[in-house]
């Protein structure tokens, strides 16, 4: 998943994966901690799929594509997958690496962020 991404994107995206693994929460206790369910299995599958070595929330992320604290004010639920499956320039297009299972789970995480 990672053969298209340049090298330094790939040592980034190691180092979030790591951390990830490491301390089980990359993203803010203030962003996880109120999150129940499908949403927040999403914000743990932002981390560990990597969202999160490109995106900031709250201001812990990587900063290549956009800020996503509030992502749920400009995107609906459709546009949410649509832009995660297709990708765009800058990012992978996730409909083959990610189930529907999965990709529901992030974009129910992503629907919290208004
Ligand atoms: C290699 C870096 C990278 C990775 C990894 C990445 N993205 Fe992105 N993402 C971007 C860039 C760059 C854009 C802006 C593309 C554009 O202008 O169309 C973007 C755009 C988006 C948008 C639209 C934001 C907006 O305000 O319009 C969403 C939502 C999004 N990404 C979610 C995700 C999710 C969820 C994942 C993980 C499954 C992910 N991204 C992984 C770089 C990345």
Redesign the pocket.
């Known amino acids: 998943m990672w053969t298209h991404?340049s090298s330094s994107?790939s040592r980034r995206?190691s180092a979030a994966i790591i951390r990830s693994i490491w301390s089980g929460a990359a993203l803010p206790a203030a962003v996880t901690a109120p999150l129940r369910d499908d949403a927040r299995a999403g914000a743990a599958?932002?981390v560990d799929?990597?969202?999160w070595?490109?995106?900031v929330v709250e201001g812990s992320g990587?900063r290549?594509?956009?800020d996503?604290t509030h992502?749920a004010a400009?995107?609906d639920h459709d546009a949410?997958v649509a832009?995660?499956a297709n990708?765009?320039?800058?990012?992978?297009g996730?409909a083959a690496?990610?189930g529907s299972d999965d990709l529901g789970k992030?974009v129910a995480f992503?629907l919290t962020r208004r």
């Open positions: 991404a994107a995206s599958l932002f799929r990597s969202c070595s490109c995106h990587g290549r594509g956009p996503l992502v400009r995107l949410l832009r995660i990708g765009g320039p800058g990012m992978p996730y690496a990610l992030i992503l």
